[in-house]
């Protein structure tokens, strides 16, 4: 079974930066597609970042600029550069990767930008 493990979450004050990053274990395939989700308390779940093998990374407008999604060679990890953090990227983001078809989601890290 593929499990999907973020990390590198936390409190930053606004302006500051964060790095996620996303594991796969359980499978000898690689992703061929990985991407980035948030979810802030009362709102639905939102793609931030999105990126396939071989393709160019995608963003929300509200990130572009600010974020930057990357991954290993293997595509077995992936990156989410977050700079200039602002209060309204609080949320729990999570990452979502596909494998043979089949897509797995994180459990989630949550990310909190305060002053």
């Known amino acids: 079974q593929v499990q999907v493990v973020e990390s590198g979450g936390g409190l930053v004050q606004p302006g500051g930066s964060l790095r996620l990053s996303c594991s796969i274990s359980?499978?000898?395939?690689?992703?061929?597609?990985m991407s980035w989700h948030r979810q802030a308390p009362g709102t639905e779940r939102e793609m931030v970042a999105g990126?396939?093998?071989?393709?160019?990374?995608n963003y929300t407008d509200s990130v572009k600029g600010r974020f930057a999604i990357s991954r290993d060679h293997a595509m077995k990890t992936s990156y989410l550069q977050m700079q200039n953090l602002q209060p309204e990227d609080t949320a729990v983001y999570y990452c979502k990767v596909r494998v043979r078809g089949a897509e797995f989601w994180g459990q989630g890290t949550q990310v909190t930008v305060s002053s």
């Open positions: 990126m396939a093998s071989g393709g160019m990374p």
């Open positions: 359980g499978t000898i395939y690689s992703a061929t597609a």
